[in-house]
């Protein structure tokens, strides 16, 4: 995979899912270059686990 992309490369799946009927009604996809791929987070233990780290990385920024 390319990591480093100008805004326009960054922005075409996005573009492309909003506008492409190739993918009208297509929901809840991990979507990388127009091509769906398989999510890690798909399963409890996963989900529990992003769910654990997204905690800890706001805690610091939760209001008591």
Do not use: N
């Not at 899912?17 to 929901?27: D, E, H, K, P, R």
């Not at 996809?29 to 409890?44: K, Q, V």
Request: glycine share 6%.
């Amino acid at each position: 995979h390319k990591l480093l992309r100008s805004p326009e490369q960054g922005a075409d799946t996005a573009v492309w899912l909003a506008t492409s009927s190739a993918v009208a009604g297509a929901t809840g996809g991990f979507y990388f270059d127009r091509r769906e791929l398989p999510c890690e987070f798909r399963d409890r233990a996963h989900e529990e686990r992003l769910w654990s780290i997204c905690q800890h990385h706001t805690a610091a920024t939760q209001l008591a």
